[in-house]
């Protein structure tokens, strides 16, 4: 893992990687955030924003959406579900 010199020597045993997914009901609860070592939600108030993804999260990420992408092929179609778009007629 790349060090990242804004987290302070005393934060270093909390940091990890994470994709902010939602806020919680009150500014005092944070943010949800996905931790990308144990693809977990948890909840953060402090944390470092990004400029950009790290080739590890773009990786994790996509790895992930291919996983639930198999996840849905086979699966059968509700017979009110006559959506265009998606079967192409």
């Known amino acids: 893992m790349a060090r990242n010199?804004?987290?302070?020597?005393?934060?270093r045993d909390l940091y990890f990687e994470a994709i902010a997914l939602?806020?919680?009901e009150t500014p005092?609860?944070?943010w949800y955030v996905l931790n990308l070592d144990t693809m977990r939600?948890?909840?953060r108030s402090n944390f470092v924003v990004c400029t950009k993804y790290s080739e590890r999260t773009i990786r994790v990420i996509?790895?992930?959406a291919q996983d639930d992408y198999r996840g849905y092929i086979g699966?059968?179609?509700?017979?009110?579900d006559n959506?265009?778009?998606v079967d192409g007629t």
Request: hydrophobic content about 20%.
């Open 5 to 11: 010199d804004q987290v302070t020597d005393k934060s």
């Open 22 to 24: 939602y806020p919680g």
């Open 28 to 30: 005092a609860e944070g």
């Open 41 to 43: 939600v948890v909840k």
């Open 62 to 64: 996509t790895e992930k």
């Open 75 to 80: 699966v059968p179609r509700h017979e009110k």
């Open 83 to 85: 959506d265009r778009v």
